[in-house]
């Protein structure tokens, strides 16, 4: 069974950096993305990528700001965020599917993904 747990969430002032990881397990995962959820807000979809190839997608909101990255013999994917906004603050998830999906269209998408993990909390104030 696919199993993903987040850490790394925390408490960073304006302008600062957050380093996410998503540490998974199971087998033949094709890809893995990032969510939030902001207070009041619906979940939005930030950044995927491909276990095998390494293929990206990110949202505009996040775009220059965001890198995703992973390490396959660690089974961990990375989520470097940096220039962070208070607009950032949210809950992150961790998603994963074995589905071969278009990285395009359907990684960012609520209905691309089929394990989820529980979340870590972002908070950027002064």
């Known amino acids: 069974q696919t199993q993903l747990v987040e850490s790394g969430g925390g408490l960073v002032q304006p302008g600062g950096s957050l380093r996410l990881s998503c540490v998974t397990s199971g087998f033949a995962i094709y890809a893995i993305a990032w969510f939030r959820q902001a207070p009041g807000k619906e979940r939005e979809g930030i950044s995927c990528?491909?276990?095998?190839?390494?293929?990206?997608n990110y949202a505009d909101s996040v775009k220059g700001r965001f890198t995703i990255s992973r390490d396959n013999a660690k089974n961990t994917v990375y989520l470097q965020m940096n220039s962070l906004e208070p607009e950032d603050t949210a809950v992150y998830y961790c998603?994963?599917?074995?589905?071969?999906?278009?990285?395009?269209?359907?990684?960012?998408?609520?209905?691309?993904?089929?394990?989820w993990g529980k979340g870590t909390l972002v908070t950027v104030s002064s």
């Open positions: 998603a994963a599917t074995h589905r071969i999906i278009d990285v395009r269209h359907m990684c960012l998408r609520d209905d691309g993904m089929d394990y």
């Open positions: 990528i491909t276990y095998g190839g390494g293929r990206t």
